[in-house]
């Protein structure tokens, strides 16, 4: 008996069963990986879903950038990158909070506006078009990633690596997306609209599960007014 045992699970490290593949997997997303183990009883469990899953027979789907662990047979025992695919996109620092000498202290005085409403640094990317740090009662309340409609496709991608969609709005033509796929734990939200024909604005705005969906419909249209206010200063086209 105790050779039959031995012969249908090895050990490894004194933890039952023997994982023959890689222990640290890197991937991009909705890229598989598949695991190895010498147990065909096995039970796998992503411990962060959101960055990777894991079905019953053990193949690893990456979702979005970050790092897990699978869990087998209960005991943590693969590491799980999930690095990005899409680097076109610069994103902007989540300042949320900051005072304007803040911003500038992390961000820099070579901004080319800035008043009540933000403050506004251009670029010469043909990507990236500029960076809005949204301003309420002097501190950052949110802030927006200026993007050439060209990119549209890439830049989707480069958010669908990142972030969970969450709703699509045909009224305002924006799509909105989360940070993460319980409510409770979302501390961000996204939203993507088209501003004109050749612009796409990507705001970030901080989010508490306290907030009713009304609430964040109505900060969205604000962020959007007071954006695009300071687009129409800056003259962007």
């Known amino acids: 008996m105790s050779l039959t045992l031995f012969a249908a699970c090895s050990k490894d490290d004194g933890d039952g069963f023997n994982i023959t593949s890689s222990k640290s997997v890197e991937l991009t997303s909705q890229k598989t990986s598949q695991i190895e183990c010498s147990d065909s009883k096995a039970t796998y469990v992503s411990e962060d879903v959101y960055v990777a899953t894991v079905s019953t027979t053990g193949l690893i789907t990456g979702k979005r950038i970050g790092e897990t662990y699978i869990d087998v047979n209960g005991q943590k025992s693969i590491k799980v990158s999930i690095t990005p695919a ?119 705005l901080p989010y508490s599960n306290s907030k009713s969906r009304s609430v964040v419909n109505m900060d969205n249209e604000k962020i959007r007014q007071q954006a695009n206010r300071l687009l129409k200063k800056l003259n962007l086209r």
């Open 86 to 204: 899409y680097t076109q996109f610069t994103e902007p620092q989540f300042l949320f909070g900051a005072t304007k000498d803040e911003v500038y202290a992390k961000v820099g005085t070579n901004y080319s506006l800035s008043n009540e409403s933000g403050i506004a640094y251009t670029t010469t990317n043909d990507r990236v078009r500029g960076y809005l740090y949204l301003l309420k009662d002097g501190k950052v309340s949110s802030v927006v990633m200026v993007v050439s409609s060209s990119y549209f496709n890439s830049l989707t991608d480069f958010l669908l690596e990142r972030y969970a969609p969450a709703t699509f709005s045909e009224e305002n033509y924006t799509v909105l997306y989360v940070n993460a796929l319980t409510v409770d734990k979302i501390t961000m939200i996204i939203g993507e609209q088209v501003y004109s024909a050749s612009i796409i604005n990507v705001a970030y």
